[in-house]
């Protein structure tokens, strides 16, 4: 049964499949390139790495602490703060900052050893390979910079700074590599340790600056204290000597006492309250308006779900302080007291945090670094609004007293409001200086959350470039490239390299023919060739051992036997040379199968041709002829190339009077014509001389005739024609011959112009099959081999193709 897929088709899928084996077989022939391409690329990479300025990166391990209590505290504000991501990014982030790198460079620009520092344009890297040369530079070194200001060059260096840090963080961990690059080891861990110190001074800054504003508030409220003590002692010291009064007595002392203690507790409380305010006020500020509204929206509900736990604490701060007015702080009704107004406020503070977590999480707006300043200032509102009621107490307690005093005499009512001043201006200096130590020692004790586990220290190698690596990279691009370019070529090369593609378009290979270089070729030839030169150009040297100056083997005579000078350099390349070789054997195979390509007709006209010039067809031609010979039959050579006419040369004859001759009239006696060759049975009938019109004379009825008319009285008419694509001469002889021969040629045959000829009906109708001429067997390639030495890739024919075939050979005979 027949295949129904059409034969294109089943060729077109043939050529799409990949075949891995001949892929490894085309990087190996192309070795060389490959290595080539290779070895250049790591050159450049070699190159690169010895000019390339490296990088060292110094690296310093920083863990950031978590405080337990914030952390409590923040499990209770946010529940949700495993699933925020903003653990330790904050921390990253700011390390990165340019603010940070800033402050580094002022710092160390500030220093003496600065002029050690690449950062600052002090110190030059020269690399190896500037070194080798002598650290030449090229261009103008010469021109002098302008003058930057300061704060634009500290900022240029900053950006300079900030690009070279790089923080990571161990995976479920709370520690920070931080490091800083360098082209200088020391500079590198010198630039990494000054990060981590700058970062660790500004934490513990940023930790403390709320503590700092309240000492530095206390501070100014105690210089007021003391400046104000002063002058009540001095005015009650005068009084007292002016009036002769050295103490208090009976109910005027009580009074005193109590109205001390009530404004002394007043003043406290308004104290704090100032302190808090300062404190809120600080906390405000670094909260975003988005912020801020969030925060009053919280302390609203707060207000409205808290009131009556709120006015209870009232109730009972009220009767506190007058149990403290009556039956002194010391009692057991006031100790009783104080415990449930304790347990209130404690209910209270905890209501407020458990409102403000899930005011807080519900709302997920704020970030989660503000989340603890949002509670703080939610906090300080109540604990505010507590001590403002307190006050009001107090005050309505001072009052009273005042009252009590006022009914005093008039001299010892006046001892008693200048003792109560200095007592109430003692006990508030007293608040005061203990809210100031209170401040000292949490700005003293701050130590911040981060901690320099190991400072960075000189790295012993560069990180970048790093040889190894690069090598391995251009180990790997070279090899890319140059299989790229290997298969880049392949793809562009359409010349035939192996006899599967023939097969695949119908084309039926007779024989594989070795492809013989041409003396001058090789090396050796090349040099052959210079010394055959030089010996015709001295007649008298005899250099070649017979006396007759290396002349060819192949000697061209005429009919009557006289030797005639060649029309060529190039001795041709002929089977007789060595019956034995493989060249030879081959054309004993395409003689047999020639023989056997036809069953149904015998072939008796050959006609030799192929698709472009230099292909061979006129070596192939000639052998063929000479391989029928020596079977005993009688063969006769028709050389119809009447534009490049070549068997004279390959069978040693003359070139006229020859074909064309008899053709246009000139020579009416064909047998005059037919020239004798090397072997008795095989005769020539030449190209003849020049003529303007060789397509009428190859198409003419006169051309079929002498066709038929020799095949008559010869056992083997071999015709050798142009290339069937470039001219017209072999489709107008094609009519008259039984047969054709296509002669390709491996790695030089366009496989293009092979697929035209399939399309052609009176040629593939005709086709006996195909010579195959294959490069030596030192530059194989797939089956056959590709000759790359001398022929490159070839398109269709051309202008000069077609101009050079009609260039009109220069001959002597």
């Known amino acids: 049964m027949q295949d129904p897929t059409p034969q294109s088709q089943q060729g077109n899928q043939f050529e799409q499949e990949i075949n891995i084996q001949e892929l490894l077989q085309v990087l190996w022939k192309n070795k060389l390139i490959i290595g080539a391409v290779t070895g250049l690329v790591v050159v450049l990479v070699l190159l690169y790495h010895f000019s390339a300025t490296p990088e060292y990166r110094s690296t310093s391990v920083v863990l950031i602490k978590s405080d337990k209590g914030a952390a409590a505290m923040g499990e209770m504000i946010n529940p949700f703060e495993s699933m925020t991501g903003f653990e330790l990014q904050n921390d990253i982030e700011l390390i990165k900052s340019f603010p940070l790198a800033e402050e580094v460079v002022r ?30 530079s090229f261009g103008s070194a010469s021109a002098e910079e302008e003058p930057v200001d300061y704060d634009v060059q500290m900022r240029e260096y900053a950006a300079a700074l900030q690009k070279r840090i790089e923080v990571n963080n161990a995976r479920d961990t709370d520690i920070l590599k931080v490091s800083v690059s360098s ?44 400046q104000e003590i002063a002058e009540v002692e001095d005015r009650l010291s005068a009084y007292m000597k002016n009036q002769n009064i050295y103490e208090l007595t009976g109910n005027a002392e009580n009074l005193l006492e109590k109205l001390v ?76 007291k104080k415990q449930q107004l304790d347990m209130l406020k404690q209910r209270l503070q905890e209501l407020t945090r458990n409102m403000i977590a899930g005011e807080l999480a519900f709302s997920s707006k704020a970030r989660q670094f503000q989340f603890d300043l949002i509670s703080e200032q939610l906090q300080t509102d109540v604990r505010l609004a507590e001590l403002q009621y307190i006050a009001q107490e107090y005050l309505r307690a001072k009052n009273y007293y005042e009252n009590q005093l006022n009914k005093l005499p008039q001299k010892q009512l006046n001892y008693a409001r200048l003792q109560r001043d200095r007592e109430v201006l003692n006990n508030t200096y007293t608040f005061l200086k203990e809210k100031l130590e209170e401040s000292r020692i949490k700005i003293a004790s701050e130590v911040g959350k981060v901690v320099i586990v190991g400072a960075g220290y000189p790295p012993t190698s560069p990180v970048a470039p790093d040889l190894k690596k690069n090598l391995l990279i251009g180990l790997i691009l070279g090899l890319g490239l140059g299989g790229a370019l290997v298969f880049v070529r392949e793809m562009l090369d359409h010349s035939l390299k192996d006899d599967t593609f023939l097969e695949d378009h119908g084309f039926t290979p007779l024989a594989a023919i ?39 083997k192949h000697k061209k005579v005429d009919s009557q036997g006289k030797s005639v000078p060649s029309s060529s350099k190039k001795p041709p390349l002929m089977m007789a040379d060595s ?235």
């Open 107 to 136: 710092d160390l620009f500030r220093k003496t050893d600065r002029d050690s520092l690449q950062l600052f344009g002090e110190r030059r890297y020269v690399s190896p390979l500037q070194g080798l040369f002598g650290g030449l």
């Open 183 to 226: 082209p200088f080891p020391d500079e590198a861990a010198l630039l990494t340790n000054a990060i981590c110190e700058a970062y660790m001074r500004k934490d513990i800054e940023w930790n403390a600056d709320q503590a700092m504003s309240v000492k530095e508030f206390v501070g100014e409220q105690l210089s007021q204290q003391q």
């Open 261 to 336: 203690e009530a404004e002394s507790r007043y003043n406290d409380a308004q104290s704090e309250i100032t302190i808090l305010k300062k404190r809120q006020d600080f906390l405000v500020q670094k909260l975003s308006v988005e912020e801020k509204a969030l925060s009053d929206k919280i302390a609203q509900n707060i207000d409205r779900q808290a009131s009556d736990l709120k006015d209870r604490i009232k109730s009972e701060e009220k009767e506190l302080i007058s149990l403290a007015n009556d039956a002194g702080t010391n009692s057991p009704q006031y100790a009783s």
């Open 514 to 552: 070795p492809y013989v270089p041409r003396e001058g070729e090789t090396l050796q030839g090349s040099f052959r060739k210079s010394m055959d030169d030089i010996t015709r150009a001295l007649p008298s040297l005899n250099l070649n051992g017979n006396g007759k100056n290396g002349t060819s």
């Open 579 to 813: 019956l034995s070789s493989p060249f030879a054997e081959s054309f004993r195979d395409l003689r047999t199968n020639i023989t056997f390509s036809q069953a149904d007709k015998t072939v008796k006209s050959i006609l030799v041709t192929g698709t472009e010039i230099s292909e061979g067809k006129s070596t192939v031609c000639s052998n063929l002829a000479f391989a029928f010979a020596l079977t005993g039959k009688k063969v006769l050579v028709i050389d119809c190339d009447l534009r490049r006419p070549s068997q004279h040369r390959m069978l040693n004859t003359l070139r006229m009077p020859g074909l064309s001759d008899y053709l246009a009239g000139v020579e009416k006696d064909l047998d005059v014509l037919l020239q004798p060759t090397m072997h008795e049975n095989l005769w020539l009938l030449p190209a003849g001389n020049s003529t303007p019109s060789p397509n009428e004379l190859l198409g003419s009825r006169k051309m079929t005739d002498l066709v038929k008319e020799l095949e008559e009285k010869w056992d083997y008419v071999i015709l050798d024609t142009p290339p069937v694509l470039l001219l017209s001469d072999a489709a107008l002889i094609s009519r008259s011959a039984d047969g054709i021969l296509m002669v390709v040629r491996m790695g030089y045959t366009n496989k293009n112009l092979l697929k035209e000829v399939q399309k052609l009906d009176y040629l593939r109708n005709n086709m006996l099959g195909v010579a195959i001429i294959g490069p030596s067997e030192k530059s194989s390639y797939y089956k056959y081999g590709r000759y790359y030495g001398r022929y490159g890739y070839k398109g269709y024919y051309t202008y000069k193709s077609y101009s050079s075939y009609l260039e009109p050979e220069k001959t002597k005979g």
